[in-house]
């Protein structure tokens, strides 16, 4: 088998494994492959095909690092949400209790007793609030 199809088929492998992971570093990792195939089929020695399979692969990593692909979300899962599937459900308030500066409730959802706690900024009425965040068993909610 020829330099350049081991590149490839290097490359091939490591494509296979990215649709398994969802990130698309394997993929720029894959591109330098297949710059360094490039390079074994222009005839180039083996350090240079494995120079420029590395320099490629280094700059598309660091390339996917600075966009918008690559960056770590700034904040909290508690209210993502993507993650939390109740963000955004409703829960009935029959009365608040005032604890200090914060209103709590004892609430039926999902087939048992939450802890409620209004947001601030909101006046503790009755009814149907809207659940904005999710700290440990303890619902955060607004006025719908």
């Not at 490039?38 to 083996?46: D, E, F, I, K, P």
């Not at 120079?51 to 918008?68: D, E, F, I, K, M």
């Not at 500066?101 to 947001?119: F, I, K, M, N, S």
């Amino acid at each position: 088998m020829t330099d350049w199809a081991i590149w490839l088929v290097l490359a091939g492998v490591l494509l296979a494994a990215e649709l398994f992971t969802g990130t698309f570093y394997l993929l720029m990792i894959a591109l330098g492959l297949i710059a360094g195939g490039v390079a074994a089929w222009s005839g180039a020695l083996l350090e240079w095909q494995l120079l420029v399979a590395a320099v490629v692969g280094v700059v598309a990593v660091l390339g996917l690092r600075r966009s918008r692909f690559g960056r770590l979300r700034q904040g909290s899962a508690n209210d993502d949400p993507n993650l939390i599937l109740d963000i955004g459900h409703t829960v009935d308030v029959p009365a608040w209790q005032a604890q200090g500066e914060r209103h709590t409730a004892r609430v039926p959802y999902r087939g048992a007793q939450w802890d409620v706690e209004l947001l601030p900024g909101h006046h503790p009425l009755p009814g149907i609030h809207v659940i904005r965040e999710i700290r440990g068993s303890r619902l955060f909610v607004a006025p719908r």
